[in-house]
């Protein structure tokens, strides 16, 4: 599933799918959220109800967009790192670390019509979001799932998934796909033509 910007959503954790909206078609890279139209569109795909309740819910600002890319960058780039094994950028893990402590968020008991739990935040429902995404983030890279994140062997792309089965090397069926039907060409290319 795409939304606006085309960034792809595959059912990752949430700073997997910020990481991915830097994406690529065809080998050529895209960004997902160029406007704060796209990141509006993308925090509503990604975050419904997930930080703020609904009147709480404003659009985001070029502040907001610039600390999405801000943190997207620095998820990515740790990321990158944990794939190949090496150790993260200090600069990354700053920002991870100050987008994840940049708004208080806390849930309150309401009592009315009924008993229930609203979500609350002392910033935009975006910056909520942005660090409870940097905060999942945190919790990810410093964590044991973190032996499963993966970068895709589709040539060509650069999303990241989390290896959820003992066979996955791509993140999504297509780019398995299109990462076979390569090898394929490749090698009957170099068996040469059949008679």
Same mark, same amino acid.
């Given at each position: 599933? +795409?939304? =606006?910007?085309?960034? *792809?959503?595959?059912?990752?954790? &949430? *700073?997997?799918?910020?990481?991915?909206?830097?994406?690529?078609?065809?080998?050529?890279?895209?960004?997902?959220?160029?406007?704060?139209?796209?990141?509006?569109?993308? &925090?509503? !795909?990604? =975050?419904?109800?997930?930080? =703020?309740?609904?009147?709480?819910?404003?659009?985001?600002?070029?502040? +907001?967009?610039?600390?999405?890319?801000?943190?997207?960058?620095?998820?990515?780039?740790?990321? =990158?790192?944990?794939?190949?094994?090496?150790?993260?950028?200090?600069?990354?893990?700053?920002?991870?670390?100050? %987008?994840?402590?940049?708004?208080?968020?806390?849930? !309150?008991?309401?009592?009315?019509?009924?008993?229930?739990?609203?979500?609350?935040?002392?910033?935009?429902?975006?910056?909520?979001?942005?660090?409870?995404?940097?905060?999942?983030?945190?919790? &990810? $890279?410093?964590? *044991?799932?973190?032996? !499963?994140?993966?970068?895709?062997?589709?040539?060509?792309?650069?999303? $990241? $998934?989390?290896?959820?089965?003992?066979?996955?090397?791509? %993140?999504?069926?297509? %780019?398995?796909?299109?990462?076979?039907?390569?090898?394929?060409?490749?090698?009957?290319?170099?068996?040469?033509?059949?008679?």
């Amino acid at each position: 599933m +795409d939304v =606006a910007g085309g960034a *792809p959503l595959l059912g990752e954790p &949430l *700073p997997i799918e910020l990481a991915n909206t830097a994406y690529a078609v065809r080998g050529q890279p895209r960004d997902g959220l160029q406007t704060t139209a796209h990141l509006a569109a993308w &925090l509503g !795909e990604v =975050a419904s109800g997930e930080v =703020a309740s609904s009147e709480m819910r404003t659009t985001p600002t070029t502040a +907001d967009l610039a600390t999405a890319r801000r943190l997207r960058d620095a998820i990515r780039t740790i990321a =990158a790192a944990i794939v190949r094994g090496d150790q993260p950028d200090d600069a990354a893990v700053a920002i991870l670390n100050l %987008c994840a402590v940049s708004t208080r968020q806390w849930r !309150e008991l309401q009592l009315r019509p009924d008993l229930h739990v609203v979500p609350r935040t002392d910033g935009t429902h975006s910056a909520a979001v942005l660090s409870r995404i940097a905060t999942d983030a945190i919790e &990810l $890279f410093g964590g *044991p799932l973190r032996t !499963e994140l993966r970068a895709c062997a589709g040539p060509g792309c650069v999303l $990241f $998934f989390l290896k959820d089965r003992p066979r996955r090397e791509w %993140c999504s069926p297509g %780019c398995g796909n299109r990462a076979r039907a390569a090898r394929h060409y490749a090698r009957a290319r170099e068996s040469g033509p059949t008679s």
